[in-house]
């Protein structure tokens, strides 16, 4: 299994009004576009706002399905990654993805 990458799709509606983006997806983005080949290392899949958020809640259950999320292959060993009480699967949601990123495939890091 490789590493799967879960994003909302940018410019959704809720009920406080919209178009609106996930900030800490736009920084997953932005990560994206400036490191291409990551798109051929991860699954990526994009998905609209509205919950329930299924294919997320089949890998890590009903209370972790805030994005960006990313699933763990478990064939890299990362200790700061949550582990879903309903699946057993690790995972990484937010900033908190980055310094995996970094680790696993070599990609740069904030500036401090």
């Given at each position: 299994m490789t590493d799967r990458l879960f994003l909302i799709d940018p410019s959704w509606h809720d009920d406080l009004g919209g178009p609106w983006f996930c900030p800490a997806g736009a920084f997953i983005e932005?990560?994206?576009a400036f490191y291409p080949a990551l798109g051929?290392?991860?699954?990526?899949?994009?998905?609209?706002?509205?919950?329930?958020r299924l294919p997320v809640i089949d890998l890590v259950g009903e209370d972790n399905q805030s994005c960006?999320?990313?699933v763990l292959d478990?064939?890299?060993d990362w200790p700061e990654a949550r582990t879903s009480e309903a699946t057993g699967?690790?995972?990484?949601?937010?900033?908190a993805i980055v310094p995996y990123l970094a680790a696993r495939y070599g990609i740069g890091l904030p500036h401090p």
């Open positions: 932005g990560v994206l051929d290392q991860l699954e990526i899949t994009r998905l609209g706002f509205s919950r329930p960006p999320l990313l478990e064939t890299f699967r690790r995972f990484l949601q937010d900033h």
